[in-house]
């Protein structure tokens, strides 16, 4: 499976920003999805997870009610809807798979940089 994320730019604190992550392959119905990001001078952090079933979680410190994570299985794709931004979510965004087997993430994308200004 290859990723491919999209749809980053640069949005004014309040707003809003829709990134997907487009994935090749006929499998991708049965990988778990994730989106991470990592900000200026800080690690890479988890951000939210949607199962193959559809399961979702978020890191609750710091999106859970911000943002959503979906996928679309037809289109091989996964979201994450970003409302209420803030500077502090300026990061580049990448996702990542878990295919079956695995024991950790195997498959990521080359990240989309979301930039938040005040």
């Known amino acids: 499976v290859q990723l491919q994320a999209f749809g980053g730019g640069s949005v004014q604190a309040g707003g809003s920003l829709r990134i997907s992550c487009a994935a090749s392959?006929?499998?991708?119905?049965?990988?778990?999805m994730a989106w991470f990001r990592q900000g200026p001078g800080k690690e890479r952090e988890f951000v939210a997870r949607i199962t193959w079933g559809g399961i979702t979680t978020y890191d609750a410190s710091s999106v859970k009610g911000r943002f959503t994570i979906s996928r679309d299985n037809a289109k091989n794709t996964v979201y994450l809807q970003m409302n209420s931004l803030k500077p502090e979510d300026t990061a580049v965004y990448y996702c990542a798979g878990w295919g079956p087997g695995a024991s950790a993430y195997n498959y990521w994308g080359q990240g989309t940089q979301v930039t938040v200004s005040s």
């Open positions: 392959g006929q499998t991708f119905s049965s990988y778990d």
